[in-house]
């Protein structure tokens, strides 16, 4: 037997094969650069984008809206918070359609406010009750967000289907004694709560269009 | 505004765990109102009870249809939210199932006729007894000509929100009138839910691509055109370019003139 016959020697042990560790190199598509992020990364992504965004190009703006704000800081915030998250929205549609969605934006939407009453402290914005002021924002940001989707119930489906997921987890519950507690220090009675919403439901519902033209009859005769 | 989205290509779900745990309870009561405010009566009614009862106890309250009205939607028990009720030491906690939830479903559902332009609509709570005010039934005729039914779901064919020359010059005449004088504009479509046959059609949600904060994923080029149907997403130019707080009608500085 000769060793050195190829036929003879035994196979090489075939290493196993290792799958390369995906590169994160960027991918053109349609002209722009794409990355595959993870579920954290993506977002710590997109937010300190928004971060670089308030702290950088709109620092100026915002922190004279901010600064000049008064009492109204929670509006103001707001309003900002709102018209960054529309903004951002759109660049996440352009790039990746899947992601808009409630799931993605509301985490953005509170970072956001953050990075806002951070600034706000920072230029001596009077703010008593942080927790309270971010209560605020939020609430007045969805108050926007429902005068622009009116009965949208696309909308409507996804936000029912996040808060059902926190009624299931109980996060809600922490919601209700927010709540109850916000109630309290405005000097009203949560008790009346669940009597308010059913005196609200019992009216009249008024179309929307109808409040407009009313309230467009109303400005013009104020102005005559 | 620069891009703040650098580039983005898988999708994710499920991240409203993501959200920070001192917001957990502000981000409850934020869906919670927003679902809530149709079977309210809508941004109108929310207004006026805020201007009458203050914030909070007319959030509470739009809270409160929200949480019964979901937990009517989608089946839940009385246990996730008796604490609502317990806490607020309301009478009969059992707000999430049987009569209570089904009045705020059917109030959710009873969006008046937008035919009635010239006056006020008077599809409250209970008034319509048609074929569509089954829960589970599919359809009605609430709209007439121009409606679609789609899974139980009538929707108008007139465009949307966020669609394509959707009313914009209504902005003018919403002057001074901050975020109710909005809804002109926004709210044009009047839809409506003919049951939570609907949500349950839609329930395999995994692979639905929505559109939020109106923005169109089916046409997410087409971002700036909608924004003239937005008014606030409009405060950016085509180069997104912030036009100011102080032209916003929702901001408490408005002065009026964004044309």
Redesign the interface.
């Known amino acids: 037997m000769n060793p050195m016959d190829p036929m003879m020697q035994e196979p090489a042990m075939q290493e196993p094969m290792m799958e390369e560790p995906m590169m994160e190199e960027?991918?053109m598509?349609g002209g722009?650069?794409?990355?595959?992020?993870?579920?954290?990364e993506?977002?710590a992504?997109?937010s300190d984008?928004?971060s670089?965004?308030i702290h950088g190009?709109?620092r100026d703006?915002v922190s004279t809206?901010l600064a000049q704000?008064g009492e109204?800081l929670a509006?103001?915030i707001a309003?900002?918070a709102?018209?960054?998250?529309?903004?951002?929205?759109?660049?996440?549609?352009?790039?990746?359609?899947?992601?808009?969605?409630?799931?993605?934006?509301?985490?953005l939407a509170?970072e956001t406010i953050d990075y806002l009453i951070e600034m706000a402290d920072a230029v001596g914005a009077p703010i008593p009750n942080e927790?309270d002021l971010?209560?605020?924002a939020?609430?007045k940001?969805?108050?926007?967000?429902?005068?622009?989707?009116?009965?949208?119930?696309?909308?409507?489906?996804?936000?029912?289907?996040?808060?059902?997921?926190?009624?299931?987890s109980?996060?809600?519950?922490?919601?209700?004694?927010?709540?109850?507690d916000?109630?309290k220090?405005?000097?009203?009675?949560?008790?009346?709560?669940?009597m308010?919403?059913e005196q609200?439901?019992?009216?009249?519902?008024?179309?929307?269009?109808?409040?407009?033209?009313q309230?467009?009859l109303m400005?013009q005769e104020m102005m005559a | 505004m620069s891009k703040v989205v650098r580039g983005v290509k898988k999708g994710v779900k499920k991240v409203g765990k993501a959200v920070k745990k001192n917001w957990k309870p502000i981000v409850g009561v934020g869906l919670a109102a927003f679902t809530g405010g149709l079977a309210i009566g809508g941004l109108g009614a929310f207004q006026s009870a805020v201007a009458t009862n203050g914030l909070w106890s007319t959030v509470g309250s739009t809270m409160w249809a929200g949480v019964t009205g979901t937990a009517g939607t989608f089946g839940l028990g009385s246990g996730a939210s008796g604490t609502f009720a317990a806490g607020a030491g309301m009478q009969g906690a059992t707000l999430m199932t049987g009569a209570g939830a089904q009045a705020i479903g059917l109030a959710t559902q009873a969006v008046g006729p937008p035919t009635s332009a010239a006056g006020l609509s008077s599809a409250g709570v209970g008034t319509y007894t048609g074929p569509g005010s089954s829960f589970m039934g599919g359809g009605g005729s609430l709209f007439g000509g121009g409606a679609t039914t789609r899974g139980g779901q009538m929707v108008p064919n007139a465009v949307g929100p966020s669609g394509p020359g959707g009313s914009a010059p209504a902005r003018g005449g919403a002057g001074g009138m901050g975020l109710l004088g909005n809804m002109a504009t926004a709210a044009l479509p009047a839809l409506i839910t003919a049951g939570g046959a609907y949500y349950m059609a839609k329930g395999e949600e995994e692979d639905q691509k929505q559109d939020v904060w109106g923005v169109s994923h089916k046409n997410p080029q087409n971002v700036y055109s909608q924004n003239f149907a937005n008014p606030y997403a409009g405060y950016f130019d085509p180069d997104g370019n912030s036009m100011g707080l102080m032209d916003m009608p929702g901001h408490a500085r408005y002065t009026g003139g964004w044309t």
């Open positions: 960027p991918m598509e722009r650069d794409l990355i595959d992020y993870g579920d954290d993506l977002l992504e997109i984008g928004i670089d965004y190009e709109a703006h809206e704000s109204d509006d103001t309003a900002i709102y018209q960054i998250m529309t903004q951002t929205s759109e660049q996440v549609a352009e790039m990746s359609p899947d992601m808009v969605t409630f799931d993605v934006l509301i985490p509170t927790d971010r209560g605020d939020f609430v940001m969805i108050e926007i967000h429902m005068a622009k989707v009116g009965d949208d119930p696309e909308q409507l489906q996804i936000a029912q289907e996040m808060l059902a997921e926190m009624m299931e109980g996060d809600i519950e922490a919601a209700e004694q927010y709540v109850n916000r109630i220090r405005e000097g009203g009675d949560p008790a009346k709560t669940q308010l919403a609200m439901m019992a009216q009249p519902r008024q179309d929307p269009l109808a409040q407009g033209v309230q467009g400005d």
